[in-house]
């Protein structure tokens, strides 16, 4: 590969690493479409994204003063 390449590449890849607030890793945003005033704390005092994430929960530092770090609806699946 070229270097141009590389290094494109490689700036791709830190953008993609740094962008994580609101992003939810193995989860679905459905999933994570909680109503602030019905969030459940998942988290502790400065928890990063990726320990968030790490611990299954959503995170999302967008809402001020409720849970950034909180826990996913339940997909209910129907079964007949």
Do not use: H
């Not at 700036?11 to 992003?23: N, Y």
């Amino acid at each position: 590969m070229e270097p141009r390449v590389l290094w494109l590449l490689a700036v791709v890849l830190a953008l993609g690493f740094s962008s994580s607030a609101g992003q939810f890793v193995g989860l679905s945003a459905s999933q994570c479409a909680v109503p602030a005033k019905d969030r459940v704390d998942c988290g502790y005092p400065k928890v990063t994204p990726e320990q968030c994430n790490n611990r299954g929960c959503c995170f999302d530092s967008s809402i001020p003063r409720v849970p950034w770090c909180f826990k996913p609806l339940q997909e209910t699946e129907c079964k007949f």
